[in-house]
């Protein structure tokens, strides 16, 4: 069984058919892409697999959980980590502050919890200060986790955003184009980032990208939308040769690398 299995999703925006009968599993510790040019679909299929959007047909499951019976921070509970498409972090909250943002979902103290134990809730925001900012530092920001996270490069912004959806402690990362913006230097670091952390954590991810260099690089299986249809999914090697695949989206053969 898959960890993640998207099956026959269908949603639509007013008229428009956004995602048309989807489908994309990926299976514990696989990195799968999903690529397509841009309005194909890519961020619809994370915010359904979030739960920010209820699609028209199809099933989500993770873990054999139906996730679509879920709200939002449940979902996030359940192991889903994700990093957003514009960079979103809080600009003036210092970098190590960002990354507590992402430690909510597993935080247990609620509201009522902190009025009554008071010890406890702070013994848990030590802990998770300090959990912080060693996610930092294995990002390579160790040494920025004081500054405004708005003074970073954006390239820094990227992987803060990276660190934050860790926080969460997931066992499942949604990326949404991580190497936007970023060069090719950047883009190098963060593939090599993302391999590793996948290896010492042992993560799943699916991610968004539309640098192929990042995604031939770094995906165990590509999967191609199209107008919210998916058109070709195999090893990036197959994708890459695939003329369907490069009608609709990578134009002449040569323009992609294959290793
Ligand atoms: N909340 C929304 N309201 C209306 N249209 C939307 C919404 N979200 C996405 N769309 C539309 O759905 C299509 C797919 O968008 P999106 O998933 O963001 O594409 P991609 O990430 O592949 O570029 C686009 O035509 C987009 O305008
Ligand atoms: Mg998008």
Same mark, same amino acid.
């Given at each position: 069984? @898959?960890?993640?299995?998207?099956?026959?999703?269908?949603?639509?925006?007013?008229?428009?058919? *956004?995602?048309?009968?989807?489908?994309?599993?990926?299976? !514990?510790? !696989?990195?799968?892409?999903?690529?397509?040019?841009?309005?194909?679909?890519?961020? $619809?299929?994370?915010?359904?697999?979030?739960?920010?959007?209820? &699609?028209?047909?199809?099933?989500?499951?993770?873990?054999? *959980?139906? +996730?679509?019976?879920?709200?939002?921070?449940? =979902?996030?509970?359940?192991? +889903?980590?994700?990093?957003?498409?514009?960079?979103?972090?809080?600009?003036?909250?210092?970098?190590?502050?960002?990354?507590?943002?992402?430690?909510? @979902?597993? +935080?247990?103290?609620?509201? +009522? *919890?902190?009025?009554?134990?008071?010890?406890?809730?702070?013994?848990?925001? $030590?802990?998770?200060?300090?959990?912080?900012? $060693?996610?930092?530092?294995?990002?390579?920001?160790?040494?920025?986790?004081?500054?405004?996270?708005?003074?970073? &490069?954006?390239?820094?912004?990227?992987?803060?955003?990276?660190?934050?959806?860790? *926080?969460?402690?997931?066992?499942?990362?949604?990326?949404?184009?991580?190497?936007?913006?970023?060069? &090719?230097? !950047? $883009?190098?670091?963060?593939?090599?980032?993302?391999?590793?952390?996948?290896?010492?954590?042992?993560?799943? =991810?699916?991610?968004?990208?539309?640098?192929?260099?990042?995604?031939?690089?770094?995906?165990?299986?590509?999967?191609?939308?199209?107008?919210?249809?998916?058109?070709?999914?195999?090893?990036?090697?197959? =994708?890459?040769?695939?003329?369907?695949? =490069?009608?609709?989206?990578?134009?002449?053969?040569?323009?992609?690398?294959?290793?």
């Amino acid at each position: 069984m @898959p960890l993640l299995a998207v099956e026959h999703l269908s949603i639509a925006f007013g008229g428009l058919a *956004a995602l048309s009968d989807v489908s994309v599993a990926v299976g !514990e510790g !696989e990195i799968v892409a999903l690529i397509g040019p841009n309005g194909a679909g890519k961020t $619809t299929v994370f915010n359904v697999v979030t739960g920010l959007y209820r &699609p028209g047909r199809g099933r989500v499951t993770f873990a054999g *959980a139906d +996730l679509l019976r879920l709200a939002p921070h449940r =979902i996030a509970r359940l192991g +889903l980590g994700r990093t957003f498409q514009n960079t979103e972090v809080f600009r003036a909250l210092a970098t190590v502050d960002n990354v507590l943002v992402g430690e909510h @979902p597993r +935080l247990r103290a609620g509201v +009522l *919890a902190a009025a009554c134990w008071l010890g406890a809730v702070r013994r848990e925001e $030590t802990a998770a200060r300090a959990r912080a900012r $060693t996610l930092l530092a294995r990002v390579g920001l160790g040494d920025v986790a004081d500054v405004p996270a708005g003074d970073l &490069p954006l390239g820094s912004q990227k992987r803060l955003e990276l660190a934050r959806a860790l *926080a969460g402690g997931p066992r499942l990362l949604l990326l949404d184009e991580p190497a936007g913006g970023l060069n &090719p230097t !950047e $883009t190098r670091t963060l593939m090599d980032l993302v391999r590793g952390l996948r290896d010492e954590l042992r993560l799943t =991810i699916l991610v968004v990208e539309h640098d192929m260099d990042f995604v031939m690089g770094i995906s165990d299986r590509v999967a191609v939308l199209h107008h919210g249809r998916k058109i070709a999914e195999g090893t990036p090697r197959a =994708i890459a040769a695939d003329p369907a695949v =490069i009608e609709a989206y990578l134009g002449s053969p040569t323009d992609v690398a294959t290793g």
